[in-house]
Structures are given as structure tokens and as C-alpha cells.
């Protein structure tokens, strides 16, 4: 009989997160403040007090706590690790193995679990009762509403409206954990009230990150939490790449190319980094390879620069591959990957040759033809975002075989596509 999947126990889940910050090829450059100091210290002021600390830790390792490790395990952790033999098959591949990991095995159907578990229990135990976030695509927003709940915690959610009007099912999955849920922008803030009199009835991101920020700087005991791109965020997210990890070894095997969709680089950076580790420390070779949208292609067509991360500018500038926080990126059904800039942790890498980029054509044909592919023959749905890691495996893949190389691929399926199947019928059934 032939397993195509690999299995952790539960015991066998990691105690630590990997922290690369020690390992980098040259320290990670700090943040910036042009007004002397006050957007770090407000964003200090907002955050829970153990992800800041995070933030710019050198331990290598750091310990996961006992309770949250029960939390993982509770959420499903670890994930399988599958082998795509349909897959193969279907590519007609004969020297290329295909892994994939199953991050879309989550209660909220993403990877965003993992650092939403891991901040609301942080700040549970610091005394926060309530945590504020922003969403786009809504991902992010229904991982922390599940968090915070698990953990006692209120949650608030301020959603980009133009997402929040057609999402209504997703909408209804945040209600379902008690979060209180706002099209953005609202009118409770002061930084809504301003965007509804500009007439930005649609909202953005950037405006719906600035009206969390002030709610969460006018309540007491309430915190504010980020769902990717921060130093925190990634190594929450190493989980991922040390199953992985745990997972090869039992097979006695070893990825010779790793491939995950990227917008602020947390799934990227979470099946990565800890092979990363490796390659740094130990002179292993592999190929790391991003995939993007041309809509939002930061790694690609980005500047490695200092930038704000917000519209708004609450932020302080963070240095990383930008395409500049005002810039406007065109609708995509992958909205999880429409981000102006890549984490600093993952544009560093970037910028010492340590990272591949692609990018598709926003039209995203091919990424729902891979999806396709990819369902009916691993019969598993995928988030459009993880589609867009698909698309670049099959390429790579196909490529690869062709030159007779006989190589193993690693892929991340970040999220499952059951609440996007409204894209799937756009983009290959609706005439
Ligand atoms: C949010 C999201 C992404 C993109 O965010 P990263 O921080 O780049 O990982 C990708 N896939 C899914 C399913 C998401 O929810």
C-alpha cells in the first residue's frame, strides 16, 4: 500500500518557533520614525506586550507555551503533509516529486490561525480584554474573531467595506464567534468619519488599519493585532516549515525548491524560514520561489526602501521591498495577496539573492486553471491565494521533468477556497 501523506502525532508538535533575526546575512535594519518617535511608541502602545517583545528578540528558538500548544493541537495541529502523486500523474511528471502542506486543514480555513491563536492568548494572559484588527479579504479578520473568542476575548473587526457589502458569508462566520464586525469606513472613528467626508465609500486597507489603531488607542485594556508582515507574525508562523521539516525527516527526504504565494510574506515566510535555517547555517541549497500577482508583484517591481505600511501613515516606516504605500493595485480575487510591500524579514532575504519572485497576470486565467487541475485530481479546494503556489509548482514542475531533474518541490496550500467559490464561478463557469 502507498501512504501519500505524512502525519505528526501530537505530541510530536514543536515546542519552539524558529526566530531567524540571529541568522540573517546582516542585522535587520529598525524602524524608522520621521516624527521623532511617536508612531513607534503608539504602536508600542497598542500592541500586546509578548508580540512586542517579539518583535525584535534574539533568542534562535522561543518557546512555545504549553497552553498554546494545546490550543494548536486543539485547532488541528500538526497538519498532514501530502504527496500530490494525482498531481504528478496528471503533469505526466517522472523525476519530480510534489509535497504539499495543509495549512487549508484550519478551523477558519487559513494559516492565519496560527499567529491569531498565538496573540490572543499573549494578550489574555496580559490582562487585554478586547482585540482590534482590520481585514481585507477577510481571511485575517475571521482567524483572530476564532482566536479571541477561544481565549475569552472580545474582538473587533473593521472590514474594507467593499469586501464587507459582498462577503456576507464570511461576515456571518466572524458574527458566529462574537466578534463585532464594521465596514470601514465607519462612522465611530475619527479617522472614518474624515474617509466617509473625502467620499471614500469603498474604503481600503490603509483606512481601515488607521481606524482600528485609534479604536484601540480609546478603549482600555484593548489591544490591536497584525496578521502579517511584523518580525511576530513570521515566526508565529514558522510552525508550518518545522513540521515540514519533522515531516521530511521521517521520510528521510528533502526539498530541493519550496514555493508559497506571497502578499506580506507570512505563509511564505512560515514554510520557509525554518528550511532558511538550513541554508544559512548549514550550506544547504535550495530554491525559494514567491508567488505573486501582477497586482501587487512588491518583490518584483518594489523598491528596497523605507516606506509606511499604512495608507494613513500611523506606521512607522519599515525598510522592504515597497511598491509605495500610496500606490493603487487593481482588484484580484487572490485579495490576500494585494499588499504594497513584503515583510522586512523576507525582503532582506530578498535582497541577499536568497528568494525567487514570480508574478501572473491579474486577469488570474492561469491560477484558476492550476485550481482547477489541482481540485480534481488531489481533490482538495484551494483559497485563489494558494492557487497562485500551485500555478508556479505545475510550471517549475513541468519545466524541471523536462530537463530530466530529479527534484523534490515543497508547496504551501495557505487556505481552503469553500467560502470563494464565488470566484471559482466567475472566473471558469460564468459566461
Ligand atoms: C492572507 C492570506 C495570504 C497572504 O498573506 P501572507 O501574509 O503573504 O501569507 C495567502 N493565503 C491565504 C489563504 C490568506 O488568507
Known sequence: MFIDRVELEPDELPKYWYNILPDLPEPLPKPMDPTGGDKIRFLEEVSIPECWRQEYTDERFVKIPDELRELYIHAGRPRPLYRAVRLEKAL???????????????????????????????????????????????????????????????????????????????????????????????????????GLKRGEKEGSLGLAISEGLEYASKKRNTAYALGSVLNHVLLHQTIIGLEAKEQFNKLDMYPDIIVACLGGGSNFGGISLPFMMDVLNKKKKIRFVAAQSEAAPNLIKGTYRYDYGDVAEYTPKLKMYTLGHKTRMPPIMADGLRYHAAAPIISLLRHHGYIDALAYPTDEKSIFQAAKLFTETEGWIP???????????????????????????????????????YAYRKKLFAK
Open 92 to 194: 505526466k511528471l517522472k523525476k519530480v516529486k510534489i509535497f504539499y502542506k495543509r495549512e487549508d486543514l484550519s478551523p477558519t480555513g487559513s494559516h492565519k490561525v496560527n499567529t491569531a491563536l498565538a496573540q490572543a492568548y499573549y494578550a489574555k494572559k496580559a490582562g487585554i480584554e478586547t482585540l482590534v484588527t482590520e481585514t481585507g479579504a477577510g481571511q485575517w479578520g475571521t482567524a483572530l474573531s476564532y482566536a479571541a473568542k477561544l481565549n475569552d476575548l472580545n474582538a473587533v473587526v473593521f472590514w474594507v467595506r467593499s469586501v464587507y457589502t459582498w462577503k456576507r458569508d464570511r461576515r456571518t462566520f466572524m458574527r458566529l464567534y462574537g466578534a463585532k464586525v464594521y465596514a470601514s469606513p465607519s462612522k465611530i472613528t475619527e479617522a472614518g468619519r474624515e
Open 383 to 421: 483559497a485563489p491565494e494558494s492557487s497562485y503556489a500551485i500555478r508556479a509548482t505545475i510550471d517549475i514542475a513541468k519545466e524541471l521533468d523536462k530537463k530530466g531533474e530529479e527534484k523534490i518541490i515543497l508547496m504551501n496550500i495557505s487556505g481552503h477556497g469553500f467560502l470563494d467559490l
